[in-house]
């Protein structure tokens, strides 16, 4: 269970869609400082966030960033890319480029701010993954929420002996940049984040955003009743 009011939080990807509704719910919440970073970050109107650079994908970026949140109790790893079409079609371009973001990049900043976070009390690592992390069918991007599920379950064994609560968020499609173009219902960023926040608060492991990844959740542990699923 990890504090919210006065807490210090990181927001990787933090200036758009899903980050920003993290950024701006975690400030309702009570947080007192939040760092929101980007490639190219713009100056905040809140003095409240930082914004700061970030590669995610550049292990000397992401060193440089841990030089500056040494006050940090809790981390959202939230950057991710996608790519579409089949993964039996991608180049291996493809491959390294959403991979470095969505798997490794999770890995490499867990790694830097891991002492950060034990150095604090332990905190909160909280990592956005989805429902395709259950799903096949996504290419390339399913394939890297698959990976990242399996990152965060780790981490959360690995971290447990420094007293931070590591948290997994699936969901469906979000109202982001990223989701733009698709004419599908879609989840509410705010309330995303919302409903995030108050499970770290609880402290809880694993948020199920919306129906669909509650249904598909379920489904790993047996037959749903309507759901039927291909081999």
């Not at 939230?78 to 790519?83: M, V």
């Not at 993954?129 to 890297?144: F, I, K, Q, R, T």
């Not at 926040?197 to 809880?204: L, N, P, Q, Y």
């Amino acid at each position: 269970m990890a504090t919210i009011e006065g807490a210090v939080a990181l927001v990787t990807g933090g200036q758009r869609g899903l980050g920003k509704a993290f950024v701006e719910e975690l400030l309702a919440a009570g947080a007192a400082k939040v760092y929101a970073t980007a490639r190219t970050p713009v100056d905040p109107t809140d003095p409240r966030v930082v914004a700061l650079p970030l590669d995610v994908t550049d292990p000397a970026s992401i060193a440089a960033l841990a030089e500056r949140i040494g006050d940090v109790t809790l981390v959202f790893n939230n950057a991710g890319t996608t790519i579409r079409g089949r993964l039996i079609d991608a180049s291996r371009d493809d491959l390294d480029e959403v991979f470095a973001t969505n798997v490794f990049g999770v890995v490499g900043v867990s790694q830097a701010v891991a002492p950060i976070l034990a150095g604090n009390g332990g905190g909160a690592l909280v990592n956005v993954a989805s429902v395709l992390s259950w799903v096949a069918g996504a290419g390339v991007y399913g394939a890297s929420k698959a990976a990242l599920w399996s990152v965060t379950n780790t981490l959360r064994v690995e971290l447990a002996g420094q007293n931070t609560q590591v948290v997994g968020v699936h969901l469906g499609y979000t109202d982001t940049d990223m989701t733009r173009a698709l004419d599908v219902p879609k989840n509410d960023p705010r309330q995303v984040a919302r409903d995030t926040i108050a499970a770290v608060a609880a402290g809880e492991t694993e948020v199920l955003a919306d129906e669909v990844s509650r249904v598909f959740k379920a489904a790993l542990s047996g037959p749903v009743e309507g759901l039927a699923l291909t081999r």
